[in-house]
């Protein structure tokens, strides 16, 4: 008999990577808890929403007694935890909303998972697994001549919600360390590839470039991050999940260090090869950009070194920046669909199959 893995956040931009990629290449049996906050989209699991081994619970993380409710019904052998707020923009706005889900969602969860956990024998026991996903942005920022991050970097956290999953990553440490709980950290850089909100950059890049709109650039661009390809970051994330040890920390990055400023100059340079046909009054996708003031406390760098999980698990990125931004911006194109469902608001009336639990 297959495993059943539950998976919060799972209708989330990795989330769903990590739920198409367990459907497509494994055999385990998948329960996606999400609240369907504005950045969860159920059009992003359309592909699988049809498998025998998939369903869906709209389930708050911050409310035990559902939780408990699912654990009970599904009784996982796995749990991936990726429910989050995650904007740092919407962190600075309404710091309140990362303290709570990230947080305080986090340690619900943790307790609820104890729980359940205790009540397990023998094998099942043993077997059972907490893995939380977190971010290289714990880490704080880089000088330019620093070596990258590593699992045994300090913690720095410059933003509200940095410092809302470094406070969770400590959770989960602490109920690994105090009860005992099997768990698994992985922090990862920045991620990008199909169906990612159009707020975060590379989408809204895309997108305010098809659209003929502005397209902002915080400070000098200079800022530095790593990039990772979700395909990408999904697979290893299932390495962890089914192969490594209780307590073990890995960093998950693309080996693909560039600055903001280069990433839009690349997508822009994509788009006039792809998509030739300008909106109006555009000359150059490239004229659009437009320096603006910085945001506070904005990180000058970030870079991930891997090298623990390739030595531990085998894992490498199959895409490099330039693959991965192509794809990208090639799935942008050939799904306008999408997109203009979450820019009209549309895929907030997709919510078929809520509450279901299996």
Request: charged share 20%; proline share 5%.
């Amino acid at each position: 008999m297959s495993k059943r893995i539950l998976v919060t956040g799972g209708a989330g931009f990795i989330g769903s990577a990590v739920v198409r990629y367990l459907i497509k290449q494994t055999d385990l049996h998948v329960l996606n808890v999400d609240l369907l906050t504005y950045a969860g989209n159920l059009d992003s699991l359309a592909e699988v929403a049809e498998s025998p081994r998939y369903s869906f619970s709209r389930v708050d993380i911050r409310a035990p007694s559902a939780l408990a409710g699912v654990f009970q019904s599904f009784k996982p052998n796995l749990v991936m935890h990726l429910a989050a707020e995650t904007h740092v923009d919407r962190s600075l706005d309404g710091p309140y909303n990362f303290i709570e889900t990230n947080v305080l969602g986090t340690y619900h969860l943790l307790e609820v998972a104890r729980a359940y956990w205790l009540t397990l024998e023998g094998k099942a026991k043993s077997d059972f697994r907490f893995h939380h996903i977190s971010t290289d942005e714990v880490y704080g920022d880089l000088a330019a001549d620093s070596p990258a991050f590593t699992e045994t970097t300090p913690y720095a956290p410059s933003s509200p919600y940095s410092a809302s999953k470094a406070s969770a990553d400590h959770l989960v440490r602490a109920w690994c360390r105090s009860y005992g709980l099997p768990a698994l950290i992985t922090n990862c850089s920045n991620n990008y590839g199909p169906f990612q909100f159009p707020e975060k950059l590379i989408p809204y890049v895309i997108l305010s470039a098809l659209l003929g709109r502005e397209i902002p650039v915080y400070g000098d661009g200079k800022q530095r991050r790593d990039w990772l390809y979700v395909d990408d970051h999904a697979a290893g994330l299932v390495d962890v999940i089914t192969n490594a040890d209780p307590g073990a920390t890995y960093n998950i990055g693309g080996a693909s260090e560039m600055s903001n400023l280069e990433v839009v100059e690349a997508i822009c340079s994509l788009l006039e090869e792809l998509a030739p046909d300008k909106p109006e009054a555009v000359h150059r996708y490239g004229d659009l950009i437009a320096h603006v003031n910085d945001r506070p406390g904005h990180d000058r760098r970030y870079a991930v070194d891997a090298s623990k999980i390739g030595a531990h698990l085998g894992w490498q990125p199959k895409e490099t920046f330039s693959s991965g931004l192509r794809k990208t911006v090639a799935w942008y194109l050939e799904n306008q669909s999408w997109w203009q469902r979450v820019l009209d608001g549309d895929y907030r009336l997709n919510r078929i199959g809520e509450g279901a639990t299996p």
